[in-house]
């Protein structure tokens, strides 16, 4: 069963973008933006555990206090 999301407040500069990329990919502004979920929801699971170990590196944690200050801040974010 589909779900219905809402988005609001989007700021006009990015308003007008999304409508353009979804002109030239020939989609309305509905499926563009599905598009983009698709994709953002696949890359995200598609992580290798190589990728996973590039991407914590590239953090440059050097302690595991580091590491669990930066993993609270993360959550503490959502």
């Known amino acids: 069963m589909a779900v219905t999301l809402r988005v609001e407040n989007v700021p006009e500069e990015v308003a007008a973008r999304l409508e353009e990329r979804a002109r030239k990919s020939r989609r309305s502004l509905q499926g563009e ?18 990728q996973v170990l590039e991407k914590v590196r590239s953090l440059k944690l050097k302690t595991p206090a580091e590491s669990a200050a930066f993993i ?3 959550r503490d974010a959502h």
């Not at 983009?36 to 696949?42: C, D, G, Q, R, S």
């Open 72 to 74: 609270r801040q993360d």
């Open 33 to 50: 933006l599905l598009r983009i979920l698709e994709k953002a929801v696949a890359e995200e699971e598609q992580l290798t555990p190589g």
